[in-house]
């Protein structure tokens, strides 16, 4: 009985010992899990995506509008800065930050009207933002250097405006009429300037309800001379230049969604302000290569400060610009002018599609996030990420050629 009971139980031993064999490694391969921490769901996903059910997805692109032209009516041609938005029937909004005006288009991209015009009076601009929209389907364009938001109807009519009370970008109204944006505070003394980065929840005051993320950095000042100047626009450049920056963005149900790249996480936020959810992804590093400082030095060749500096000028910023050895852990481009771009977006199904490499003029590499946080596609494609947006079942962006803006829209199909 004894030599029967030694052989049953070692068996039992066994069969447990390869069932938890089986499933260790089942859980190492897919190394995914959702685990509470307080209050707030840690979604941690793979290096690689794990589809529920199938193999792994990716969305084709093919483009079937594009509104701009190199020359001929100037009622289609853009400045080297814009943005654009879309409204729920389709029509074009593009904010020109240089012409300091908002041209609409219809969904086959005809003009239809110009609203708004340089000046400092109602209905003015000093600079502009992206169009948005608010709960009642007004236009709202928020200006930092006026430091006023501006509301209109569809026909360009001007309504009202509110003043700002600081320096806020991307803002957004949600369906409650609260606001969700990045504040922006510089304090200089005199050997140091410091830049405060808060991404807030306030009410129709500005009133802070919520505190999202705060980021604090400092630039030295060391001096005024020609090689002090020099010194500053390079700490200036080093701030930007492959750092990982903060991205915002809001979701239809009015959740939060906040990005810092430092790490692979995205922090997702209730309407009131809460942490809610953290979405995690392991990944390798990718390194910052000779090809990403050539086209960092090709880009700030091309801004308005460095276009009429002396060459030798430029020469010894561009030596003393501190390349990272890698890039952010989500999108790999970071530069002048990186208001424009965002890492990631969103999709009316709730998948986050997030940029996790660029190459400009060449690739781009998305990560694809379904509405649960679950990491389910990976793909190369040739589309353009400035600006880029998912709308009404099609996809839009900013395409630069030669120098020339177009706006783009893109039938989207999601393929296996």
Request: charged fraction near 25%.
């Amino acid at each position: 009985m004894r030599k029967r009971s030694i052989i049953f139980f070692l068996g039992m031993v066994c069969t447990l010992t390869i069932t938890v064999f089986f499933l260790f490694t089942s859980y190492t391969q897919e190394n995914f899990s959702v685990q509470k921490l307080g209050d707030v769901e840690v979604v941690s996903n793979p290096k690689h995506p794990i589809p529920k059910e199938g193999p792994t997805k990716k969305i084709v692109f093919k483009e079937d509008l594009s509104i701009g032209t190199v020359e001929g009516d100037e009622n289609y041609m853009f400045s080297g800065t814009i943005s654009f938005n879309t409204d729920e029937d389709g029509n074009f909004y593009v904010s020109d930050m240089e012409a300091l005006r908002i041209q609409k288009y219809s969904p086959e991209g005809k003009y239809l009207l110009t609203i708004g015009r340089k000046g400092q009076g109602p209905g003015e601009f000093q600079s502009l933002s992206v169009i948005r929209f608010d709960r009642e389907d007004y236009l709202y364009i928020c200006d930092v250097t006026g430091r006023k938001v501006s509301f209109f109807n569809k026909e360009g009519e001007f309504l009202k405006q509110i003043k700002m009370p600081g320096a806020y970008e991307n803002l957004y109204i949600n369906s409650k009429g609260l606001m969700v944006a990045n504040k922006y505070e510089q304090v200089m003394s005199e050997n140091a300037l410091t830049m405060l980065s808060t991404a807030e929840l306030l009410d129709k005051n500005f009133t802070q309800i919520a505190e999202l993320h705060r980021i604090k950095r400092e630039m030295a000042l060391p001096g005024r001379d020609l090689s002090a100047r020099i010194q500053i626009m390079a700490n200036m450049i080093n701030l930007v230049v492959f750092q990982p920056q903060e991205f915002l963005t809001l979701a239809r149900n009015d959740s939060i969604y906040f990005g810092h790249p430092e790490k692979y996480e995205i922090d997702i936020f209730s309407p009131e302000g809460k942490p809610v959810r953290k979405i995690i992804r392991d990944y390798d590093p990718v390194p910052v290569s000779k090809k990403d400082k050539a086209d960092i030095v090709e880009e700030l060749s091309q801004q308005e400060n460095f276009v009429d500096a002396p060459e030798e000028f430029r020469i010894k910023v561009f030596e003393l610009i501190k390349y990272p050895k890698y890039k952010p852990a989500y999108q790999g481009f970071t530069l002048i002018q990186s208001g424009l771009n965002q890492s990631f977006t969103l999709m009316e199904n709730g998948w986050l599609a997030l940029i996790a490499d660029y190459r400009k003029g060449e690739y781009a590499i998305f990560d694809i996030f379904d509405e649960d946080g679950r990491y389910i596609a990976n793909f190369k494609t040739t589309v353009p990420v400035e600006g880029l947006f998912f709308k009404n079942g099609k996809a839009y962006a900013i395409s630069t050629h030669e120098n020339y803006k177009f706006v783009k829209r893109y039938r989207i199909t999601l393929q296996e």
